[in-house]
């Protein structure tokens, strides 16, 4: 461990952030050594990562492929584990530094805190955690001394902009969203759109459930509630407004009314490269914003009424309790079942909000009240599906 090198965790690593992050450990091998990687469903991706970047020990989710794994990396000498408990155990390693957590979804949430209760830091991708139990794993993680150093690149640009303000005030601050595909569409036009529509975002590649996200607003919705509580904000501190170019990522607005704003091209590359890097800034040979290309940066009203799902994440962020918890897990059940045809574009809001009505209000819940919640919205939504 003497190498002076930040030994990191990768937890879903064959993912659009996973390897993305892998592109900037490539371009760095001097600054960054892989200790974890962790998969899911493409296990060959995740052996190939592996055989490159010779991982300390890998992990399959999917516990039918793990013999297949094991029996790959048999010749490297590196561990092969499996399973979901396997992650949470792996991440409290000695020798690793800090966990990029980018598992999609409430799937992250038990190695996220697994990861924090070890006083791992945390360079933090998977929204999700925050928008389910927040106030858990900001607890925590004051209580550990652990950082959240945030992915989104929102978030990033929030945080870059407080660098050397972190004792000053936030009046409030403006999260932008390029308004995704169907940005200027009605709900007679959305009512049509198929998921090979929706997959097709202007700006920004990533994995299916955040590009479906992206086009309902519930991506930004999340959004908002993960900015409460990495900058414990109030509701009335945060503001969306729509930015189709995406090259001002977010904007903070101090007590004396100064603004800042960070800009730079979409490329996910860069919020991640800053939080495995922080506190330092780290050369790249990304491609730069180049103004002339951008005559016009242009800013408009998020249209609420169409695109309920923002609606409802102030509402389920107002609510409290598991009040988030029940919108994330409606809307996961939501996103798969459009991804598989079986709800429509608009249904997937109704999913949501007939399980914020329908779900038992708990004000404060604990670790096994978010489970329970979390399962038993599952049910629900399914119902609401097949009914
Ligand atoms: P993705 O679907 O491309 O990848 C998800 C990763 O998680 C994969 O490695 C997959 O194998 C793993 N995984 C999925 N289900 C799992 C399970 N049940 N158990 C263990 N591992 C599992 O998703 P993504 O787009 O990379 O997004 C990852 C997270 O980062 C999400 O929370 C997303 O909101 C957030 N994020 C992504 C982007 C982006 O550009 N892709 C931007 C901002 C935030
Ligand atoms: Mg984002």
Redesign the pocket.
Known sequence: MNDNKKHIAIL???????TQALDVVRANEEVFCVEVL?????ADLLIKQAIEFNPNVVVI?DETKYQYVKEALKPHDIKVYSG?KA?AEVVEMENIDLVLT????Y??LESTLAAINAGKQIAL????TLVVAGELVTALAKEKGVNLYP???EHSAIFQCLAGEFHNPIEKIYLTASGGPFRGKDKTFLSTVKKEQALKHPN?D?????TIDSASLMNKGLEVIEAKWLFGLKAEQIDVIVHPQSIVHSIVQFIDGSMKAQLGLPD?KLPIQYALGYPDRIKSDFPRFNFINYPQLTFEQADTKTFRNLALAFHAMNKGGNAPCVLNAANEVAVEAFLLDIVGFLQMSDIVEQCLQTVEFISKPSYTDYVETDKETRRVAQKIIKA
């Open positions: 879903g690593s064959t993912g659009s952030i996973g962790t998969g899911n469903g493409n989710a979901s992650i980018a598992i999609v979804g799937a992250g991708a998977n929204k999700e992915v989104d690149s920004w990533m994995g299916a459930k955040i996910m």
